[in-house]
Nanobody, 126 residues
Framework: QVQLVESGGGLVQAGGSLRLSCAVS????????MGWFRQAPGKEREFVAA????????YYADSVKGRFTISRATAKDTVYLQVNSLKPDDTAVYYC???????????????????WGQGTQVTVSS
C-alpha cells in the first residue's frame, strides 16, 4: 500500500508560481507511475502530469505543457509539481496518485490509479 501526502498549495496571483510536493511512503514496488491530477468544483478530475517511475519519463496535459514540471527527489520519496505562469483556470484541488499500470493511456486516466493523497488547494486570483 502506497501512502501519499500533498502539500504546497495556496493562494497566488495570476502569473505566479507554486511548488507542490507529494510525500511518498509505503510499498512502492508495484508503482509504475506517479501522476498529478486536479479537480475544480463541479468538474471531473483531470490529468495534469505523470512520471514513469522506472526511468523518470514525463508526460503532460496539453493545457499545462511548458508551464508545469513534474520531478522527483533522488531518494524517490517525494514527487514535485512546479507550477508556473498560473492562470485563474488552474484553480483546483491538486492530487497526486500512484498507478500500477504501464502505458500512457493508463497514466492519463484517474480510474487506473489505486492510491491518492488528500489533495492540496491551489487558488489563482486574477
Amino acid at each position: 500500500q502506497v501512502q501519499l501526502v500533498e502539500s504546497g498549495g495556496g493562494l497566488v496571483q495570476a502569473g505566479g508560481s507554486l511548488r507542490l510536493s507529494c510525500a511518498v511512503s509505503g510499498r512502492t514496488v508495484s508503482t509504475n507511475a506517479m501522476g498529478w491530477f486536479r479537480q475544480a468544483p463541479g468538474k471531473e478530475r483531470e490529468f495534469v502530469a505523470a512520471m514513469r517511475w522506472s526511468d523518470g519519463t514525463t508526460y503532460y496535459a496539453d493545457s499545462v505543457k511548458g508551464r508545469f514540471t513534474i520531478s522527483r527527489a533522488t531518494a524517490k520519496d517525494t514527487v514535485y509539481l512546479q507550477v508556473n505562469s498560473l492562470k485563474p483556470d488552474d484553480t483546483a484541488v491538486y492530487y497526486c496518485g500512484s498507478t500500477p499500470y504501464g502505458g500512457t493511456n493508463y497514466y492519463r486516466q484517474s480510474r487506473f490509479y489505486n492510491a491518492w493523497g488528500q489533495g492540496t488547494q491551489v487558488t489563482v486570483s486574477s
